[in-house]
């Protein structure tokens, strides 16, 4: 059952996807009109432009909020089987955590961290 499971699974997973969507679309219903069109502003009709450019700064924050929570998800899972896995994954994890550190430190430098 080597390659065949390895296959199979993305194949299928991507299959279930579009089926699910197919049949979302095929069974749901469908109303367009001007009011959904409209963006959400507490039930008042909008004032000014609706279609205003964020501040890159807020990406700048999500991308690096990104980083680092993928960072506690590689962490956990090794803190939890510390114990067995040896001195080996212990220094995997070192250079893993010094190579996010010089991410930071790099990203700190650039003054992207800062607000302006």
């Known amino acids: 059952m080597g390659?065949?499971?390895?296959?199979?699974?993305?194949?299928a997973g991507v299959a279930l996807i579009l089926i699910a969507n197919f049949?979302?679309?095929l069974i749901?219903?469908?109303?367009?009109?001007?009011r959904k069109k409209e963006p959400y502003e507490s039930g008042m009709k909008t004032i000014g432009d609706t279609w205003i450019q964020f501040k890159v700064g807020y990406?700048?924050?999500?991308?690096?909020?990104l980083i680092?929570?993928?960072e506690v998800v590689f962490l956990m899972p090794w803190a939890v089987v510390f114990k067995e896995v040896g001195a080996v994954a212990f220094f995997e994890i070192?250079?893993?955590l010094v190579i996010l550190g010089i991410g930071l430190l790099y990203a700190w430098k650039?003054?992207?961290?800062?607000?302006?």
């Open 28 to 34: 749901s219903y469908k109303s367009e009109n001007e």
């Open 94 to 96: 070192t250079i893993f």
């Open 3 to 11: 390659i065949e499971a390895i296959l199979v699974f993305p194949i």
């Open 23 to 25: 049949l979302s679309n």
């Open 110 to 116: 650039k003054r992207a961290l800062r607000w302006e």
């Open 59 to 65: 990406y700048l924050f999500a991308i690096i909020f």
């Open 68 to 70: 680092f929570d993928v």
